[in-house]
């Protein structure tokens, strides 16, 4: 059974029910999640052996939060325990045409104080196959872009694949500070997932004839996007999410994965989403790639799997995935009928 290590935030989200606006909630529903942490779910669920490294207080929120990943099966046993508090995010689901908003509260939580001396990354990546990082994580402070530094430098050490999602998080740092960290941390990448807006943010590569707010987008500029990124940084492949934004509440959604020893671009069949809860689209897509990868899958079945299992999670509540292979694998296959099964 592959071994995935994943690292990051672990935070608790506050959402008023259905699609109450903030200002009209009384009350709230309290669930977990954070990119890292999405992602060691969704390949729990998948049957790898997952595990999730961070810092959490160890009060009885802190507690709660790791309860969330261990009644998935998640490998917990490398969470620190310390620090004061959880980071927060405040999350307003939109609808039709007004827009999800999303407000944080993740100041001096744990992991962005954690320091050097709370992860032994030698013991951590002992046996492990990949490892798996987002640009949220680094975005917390310069100590914990040290530590995802540190931590990609013993994967390599470890001779694990390494897998990133560019994730830039306006909120928390700017375009410069994302740049000038992101192509230090990409020097040892070898699997690339970003979306059109993260490639344009960090690294000034944008698609062409591409309009994201109306919903337009070409292929080829795509394609474009994912060279140009492998060339600049070496990676192996690049995998983009395709996301055309009809309204709050309908979208498009497919998948690109670029491989640059061939040059190749293979794209998945296109679904059109009625949206539940778009949050961890992407953290779902990019475990479904990590699983296809390790399960050996060619790039056209990789790819269908991915954007498959990732249009799935956007039709759940919460953070993470609730899903198995099968129903991936079903989706992949053409059968989004939504039928009753019985």
């Known amino acids: 059974m592959a071994r995935v290590i994943t690292f990051g935030e672990l935070m608790l989200r506050l959402q008023p029910y259905n699609y109450l606006r903030f200002i009209q909630a009384d009350s709230f529903e309290a669930t977990f999640g954070g990119a890292e942490a999405n992602v060691s779910v969704s390949l729990a669920n998948y049957g790898l052996d997952s595990r999730f490294v961070t810092k959490l207080p160890g009060h009885a929120i802190g507690q709660m939060a790791v309860n ?68 949220i994580t680094p975005a917390l402070g310069e100590n914990v872009k040290a530590l995802c530094v540190q931590a990609c430098q013993a994967a390599k050490r470890h001779g694990l694949k390494i897998s990133c999602d560019l994730n830039y998080r306006s909120k928390l740092w700017t375009r410069k500070e994302a740049q000038e960290a992101m192509t230090e941390l990409c020097q040892y990448v ?130 993470y995935n609730m899903v198995s292979v099968s129903e991936v694998e079903k989706l992949a296959g053409g059968d989004g009928s939504g039928r009753v099964q019985r």
């Not at 959880?86 to 944080?104: D, H, L, Q």
Request: charged share 30%; with cysteine; proline share 0%.
């Open 68 to 135: 969330s990943l261990r009644r998935y099966g998640v490998d917990t046993r490398y969470i620190k325990r310390g620090g004061h508090r959880i980071g927060i995010f405040y999350m307003e689901k939109g609808a039709s045409v007004r827009g999800s908003i999303c407000i944080y509260d993740r100041t001096h939580s744990s992991i962005s104080e954690a320091s050097e001396d709370d992860f032994n990354w030698d013991e951590i990546f002992d046996g492990a196959d990949w490892f798996h990082f987002t640009g």
């Open 190 to 319: 070898d699997i690339c997932i970003a979306n059109e807006e993260d490639a344009r943010d960090v690294f000034d590569i944008e698609a062409e004839n591409t309009d994201i707010c109306a919903g337009k987008l070409d292929r080829e500029g795509y394609r474009s996007v994912a060279g140009q990124l492998a060339d600049r940084f070496r990676f192996e492949q690049v995998a983009v999410t395709l996301r055309e934004s009809i309204s709050a509440s309908d979208n498009g959604w497919s998948g690109m994965l670029y491989t640059a020893a061939s040059g190749e671009a293979f794209f998945s069949r296109r679904y059109h989403l009625h949206l539940v809860d778009r949050v961890g689209g992407g953290d779902s897509f990019g475990s479904a790639l990590i699983y296809a990868l390790l399960s050996g899958k060619k790039e056209q079945d990789a790819i269908e799997f991915a954007a498959a299992a990732s249009a799935l999670k956007q039709s759940i509540e919460g953070d």
